[in-house]
């Protein structure tokens, strides 16, 4: 069962920065996927950035150019650069893993709050 746990959310005003953190108890390089999704009031679970070996980073479109997902194998950490935050990035932060030996398992977090207001 592999476990991950966020950090590093938080209340920041529109323009501000946040760094999340999600460390996992899986060998994160052997992953098949790994990123960051969230999920806002009312609406659906949501790809932020997602990263898939020998295939680079993808972002969603809203955070393009404003957040940086990076990764420290070593200490199987993953972690959601987060700039120039607008009041549309508030919501509940989710740390996904995609491992498994005998087949393909989704694995989520706990969530982290992420609140941008004036």
């Known amino acids: 069962q592999v476990q991950l746990v966020e950090s590093g959310g938080g209340s920041v005003q529109p323009g501000g920065s946040l760094t999340l953190s999600c460390a996992a108890s899986?060998?994160?390089?052997?992953?098949?996927?790994v990123g960051w999704y969230r999920q806002a009031p009312g609406k659906e679970r949501e790809m932020v950035a997602r990263?898939?070996?020998?295939?680079?980073?993808r972002y969603a479109e809203a955070v393009k150019d404003r957040f940086a997902f990076s990764k420290d194998n070593t200490k199987n950490m993953l972690y959601l650069q987060m700039n120039s935050l607008k009041v549309e990035d508030t919501a509940i932060y989710y740390c996904?893993?995609?491992?498994?030996?005998?087949?393909?398992?989704?694995?989520w977090g706990q969530g982290t709050q992420v609140t941008v207001s004036a």
């Open positions: 996904y893993v995609q491992s498994g030996t005998d087949g393909l398992r989704d694995y």
């Open positions: 899986t060998r994160i390089l052997s992953a098949a996927a």
């Open positions: 990263y898939i070996g020998g295939g680079g980073t």
